[in-house]
C-alpha cells in the first residue's frame, strides 16, 4: 500500500512538472503599414522583439517554425488570409532550444511587385511547435499588415493638378 501511494506521489509531481514547462515568445503579434511590393521587411513584435523562443521546460527540445493561412473565422475585421504563404519566410524553420534558454530565427516578408494588392490588408500566422523533447506545446504569433496603396499614372496627374 506503501509502495502505491510513493508511486502516486511520484506521476503526481512528474505530471506537476510538466504543467510548468513550455515555449514562451515576446513575439505575440507584428504589425506593418504600407509595406511596399518588392521590398524586404523584417518582422518584429511588439517592443521591436525578434522571433525569439523562450524553452521554460527542464529538457532540450526541437521546434519548428512555420507561416501559416489564418482559419476564415479567426480573421481580424477588416484583414483577408494572406494570399501566399511564402510571402513569410522563416530563416531557420527548425531551433534546437536547451532547458532555460532562447532561440532565435529571423521572419522577412515580402509582397511581390504589381498593383494587384494595393491598399489591401492581410493576415497570418506564424505557429511554433516542439517536434522533438519529452514536452509538447505551441504557440501562435499574430502578423497583420496593410499593402502600400499604389496611385494609378492619371490619378497622380489629376492630384497635381488640383
Not at 506593418?32 to 518584429?44: A, N
Not at 479567426?74 to 532555460?100: A, C, F, H, M, R
Request: proline content about 5%; aromatic content about 10%; overall charge positive.
Amino acid at each position: 500500500m506503501l509502495t502505491k501511494i510513493k508511486l502516486i506521489i511520484i506521476g503526481v509531481l512528474f505530471l506537476a512538472q510538466g504543467a510548468f514547462a513550455g515555449l514562451l515568445t515576446p513575439f505575440t503579434e507584428c504589425r506593418l503599414d504600407s509595406v511596399k511590393p518588392g521590398e524586404e521587411y523584417m518582422l518584429t513584435g511588439r517592443n521591436e522583439a525578434p522571433l525569439m523562443i523562450k524553452n521554460t521546460s527542464d529538457t532540450e527540445v526541437r521546434v519548428r517554425i512555420r507561416a501559416v493561412k489564418p482559419p476564415v473565422g479567426e480573421l481580424k475585421k477588416n484583414y483577408e488570409q494572406i494570399p501566399d504563404i511564402n510571402w513569410i519566410s522563416i530563416k531557420d524553420e527548425y531551433l534546437t532550444v536547451g532547458p532555460g534558454q532562447w532561440g532565435r530565427t529571423e521572419a522577412v516578408l515580402r509582397v511581390p511587385g504589381g498593383r494587384t494588392h494595393s491598399g489591401k490588408r492581410y493576415q497570418a500566422y506564424i505557429h511554433t511547435v516542439t517536434t522533438k523533447g519529452r514536452i509538447r506545446a505551441g504557440l501562435e504569433s499574430r502578423v497583420l499588415f496593410s499593402v502600400e496603396e499604389r496611385k494609378g499614372f492619371f490619378r497622380r496627374i489629376f492630384r497635381f493638378l488640383r
